[in-house]
């Protein structure tokens, strides 16, 4: 079936550092792919998204480029700031499919 | 404001309780999801109604017993619940055949058993 790797987190950066959070998955056909974010004590939300290959998403300095080559959806941000402390989630769609599937999410923490 | 909108944010109930949470969407989706997330686990799938019909239902225990009176209204009945059913239970929606465009999520019920 469908699934979603993401890297194991937690991950700790400083203010302005360069971000990447990888994610693979497992789909047949063309999915969908999203990213959402957790602030703390909230739900999720939608950060960005791209539903066919070579699309990239791109929201509030944060961008990912669906490659079908290699099968994955990294999310980079070239400057972060400790408001970007969350959790982020990698999730797909699959064609047809009446549901995402999410990866298990990525602590972030981003010190001053 | 997302558009989904949970009661009560947070919900502290004994294990012989009976409670429920609440989920209302106003954004002409049909499609609506219980979600359960508990600390260091993936977020877990629940139930999944389509035009207020379950689709999906997976091997949630039937202590879980959801209710969807119409396309707006999604309820999650608790009963007899344990301690490790503590977590943030989260509700969403989606436009059921335009599932990719993706999901709107509530600001989730956190739930305590004692």
């Not at chain 1, 909230?42 to 944060?62: V, Y």
């Not at chain 2, 600390?39 to 877990?44: F, G, S």
């Not at chain 2, 929606?93 to 058993?113: K, P």
């Amino acid at each position: 079936g469908d699934s979603v790797t993401q890297m194991e987190g937690p991950v700790t950066l400083s203010e302005e550092a360069f971000l990447t959070i990888n994610c693979t998955y497992t789909a047949t056909g063309y999915p969908s792919l999203f990213w959402y974010v957790q602030y703390p004590g909230e739900g999720l939300q939608l950060l960005l998204k791209a539903t066919k290959a070579d699309d990239k998403g791109s929201n509030k300095g944060f961008e990912a480029t669906y490659r079908k080559e290699t099968t994955s959806f990294h999310l980079e941000k070239g400057s972060v700031q400790v408001s970007d402390s969350a959790v982020y989630f990698c999730a797909l769609s699959g064609q047809g499919a009446q549901k995402l599937v999410f990866g298990q999410g990525t602590r972030l923490t981003i010190n001053p | 404001e997302t558009g989904v909108t949970q009661t009560p944010r947070h919900l502290v109930m004994g294990m012989t309780n009976k409670k429920s949470l609440k989920c209302e969407q106003h954004l002409g989706h049909n499609a609506m999801y219980w979600y359960k997330q508990s600390a260091k686990k993936p977020l877990e799938l629940m139930f999944v109604y389509s035009l207020e019909e379950r689709v999906e239902n997976n091997s949630v225990p039937s202590r879980f017993s959801p209710e969807c009176p119409n396309s707006s209204h999604l309820f999650l009945h608790l009963h007899t619940l344990q301690p490790e059913d503590s977590a943030l239970y989260l509700c969403a929606s989606s436009q059921d055949s335009r599932v990719w465009f993706g999901y709107t999520f509530g600001s989730g019920t956190r739930l305590t058993v004692v």
